[in-house]
T-cell receptor
Framework: EAGVVQSPRYKIIEKKQPVAFWCNPI?????LYWYLQNLGQGPELLIR????????DSQLPKDRFSAERLKGVDSTLKIQPAELGDSAVYLC?????????????FGPGTRLTVL | TQLLEQSPQFLSIQEGENLTVYCNSS?????LQWYRQEPGEGPVLLVT?????EVKKLKRLTFQFGDARKDSSLHITAAQPGDTGLYLC???????????FGTGTRLKVLA
């Protein structure tokens, strides 16, 4: 069974440019998460979807970040415009039902560098 | 704000040594999970503990959930270079669907 797929794996952009990340979760998983991870630290939740509904986006900086999961399957996270402080790894994860004890399966992440 | 503090932050040990990583919070968690993350990869789940006082063993790894469900520990016996990685605890606070990760412990096991 294929795992969580993310693309691109790496992205280097100039500040103020837009950037988008794509995630395809494990088939049948209703819950999809986007996390931001700084080097050596734990991931921080940006947004959580149950099917196509964003049920927790309280930590998403909505002035520059947006996300969508239109058909309840794959998802896109966008930053516009990017700032130097956005340099980090963006992780996507999926789980069956989103309960705290459920197993989250992570993709390899997209490493973003903003110059 | 719910926080999961891990200690130590960094740990470098020789192969064959034992170690313990701690995960502490002032909040009660309905369950706690431990992940290991290697460079360039996403975290991979090691174990889930759900009952206060629960102890789970996974080969050389022993996980314990505190009686009050506010803390957890990970003990590795006879560490091997393959244990090297970033260890993360994570959990959902009781009564919410909020899920947070700990601050992380970076382990390096030298051959």
């Amino acid at each position: 069974e294929a795992g969580v797929v993310q693309s691109p794996r790496y992205k280097i952009i100039e500040k103020k440019q837009p950037v988008a990340f794509w995630c395809n979760p494990i088939s049948g998983h209703n819950t999809l998460y986007w996390y931001l991870q700084n080097l050596g630290q734990g991931p921080e939740l940006l947004i959580r979807y149950e099917n196509e509904e964003a049920v927790d986006d309280s930590q998403l900086p909505k002035d520059r970040f947006s996300a969508e999961r239109l058909k309840g399957v794959d998802s896109t996270l966008k930053i516009q415009p990017a700032e130097l402080g956005d340099s980090a790894v963006y992780l996507c994860a999926s789980s069956l039902d989103g309960s705290p004890s459920d197993t989250q399966y992570f993709g390899p992440g997209t490493r973003l560098t903003v110059l | 704000t719910q926080l999961l503090e891990q200690s130590p932050q960094f740990l470098s040990i020789q192969e064959g040594e034992n170690l313990t990583v701690y995960c502490n919070s002032s909040s009660v968690f309905s369950s706690l999970q431990w992940y290991r993350q290697e460079p360039g990869e996403g975290p991979v789940l090691l174990v889930t503990v759900v009952t206060g006082g629960e102890v789970k063993k996974l080969k050389r790894l022993t996980f314990q959930f505190g009686d009050a469900r506010k803390d957890s520990s990970l003990h590795i016996t006879a560490a091997q270079p393959g244990d090297t990685g970033l260890y993360l605890c994570a959990g959902g606070a009781s009564g919410t669907y909020k899920y947070i990760f700990g601050t992380g412990t970076r382990l390096k096991v030298l051959a």
